[in-house]
């Protein structure tokens, strides 16, 4: 089985400007996870999708928004970026909700100049 | 709010020494998994442990759950250069079912 794929993989970015990160999850998983990863804050759950629909969000600004779509696939997007957004940006995809096991991608690395 | 303490947050051992990293909660837990990344890669699964005083062995690493359910460790025995990196747990608890993420223990292994 192929494993989480995201894409872009890396990506430089100008304050103020948005961005749109797409996440592929292993087939047959139809819940995915966004977290944030910065250096020293570990990884910041950011939201949950599980059937197109967010089950769970974490405590980010309302510039942070997702998607996902019938194919289980989803997109996150940051609008009006700051520079305090650069960070790596994982997705992780399971079986199911909650507390399955986490299959993460390789992630996207976002900069903000 | 649930939180998760991660203890220490940084190790550094010579080859061959033994090492753990220790998960605490302020709630009981349904479960807690670890996970281990790599410098420059993205979190593995390594563990899932559910049961009170559960004890699981995977070769050289040895992951407990405590009676009470809030507390963790892992533990490297005689670790090896190849055990370099930052190993995770997350804790399930709570009616929304969302993994808590504790902030990592970051391993380096002297040669």
């Known amino acids: 089985k192929a494993g989480v794929t995201q894409t872009p993989r890396y990506l430089i970015k100008t304050r103020g400007q948005q961005v749109t990160l797409s996440c592929s999850p292993i087939?047959?998983?139809?819940?995915v996870s966004w977290y944030q990863q910065t250096p020293g804050q570990g990884l910041q759950f950011l939201f949950e999708?599980?059937?197109?629909?967010?089950?769970n969000k974490g405590n980010f600004p309302g510039r942070f928004s997702g998607r996902q779509f019938s194919n289980s696939r989803s997109e996150m997007n940051v609008s009006t970026l700051e520079l305090g957004d650069s960070a790596l940006y994982l997705c992780?995809?399971?079986?199911?909700?909650?507390?399955?096991?986490?299959?993460f991608g390789p992630g996207t690395r976002l900069t903000v100049l | 709010g649930q939180q998760v303490m991660q203890i220490p947050q940084y190790q550094h051992v010579q080859e061959g020494e033994d090492f753990t990293t220790y998960c605490n909660s302020s709630?009981?837990?349904?479960?807690i998994q670890w996970y281990k990344q790599r410098p420059g890669g993205h979190p593995v699964f390594l563990i899932q442990?559910?049961?009170s005083g559960e004890v699981k062995k995977q070769k050289r690493l040895t992951f407990q759950f405590g009676e009470a359910k809030k507390n963790s460790s892992l533990h490297i025995t005689a670790t090896q250069t190849t055990d370099v990196g930052t190993y995770f747990c997350?804790?399930?608890?709570?009616?929304?079912?969302?993994?808590?993420w504790g902030l990592g223990t970051s391993l380096a292994v002297n040669p």
């Open positions: 992780a995809s399971s079986r199911g909700l909650g507390y399955n096991e986490q299959f």
């Open positions: 087939s047959g998983h139809r819940s």
């Open positions: 999708y599980f059937s197109e629909t967010q089950r």
């Open positions: 709630t009981t837990l349904s479960n």
């Open positions: 442990l559910v049961k």
């Open positions: 997350a804790e399930g608890a709570g009616n929304n079912r969302k993994l808590i």
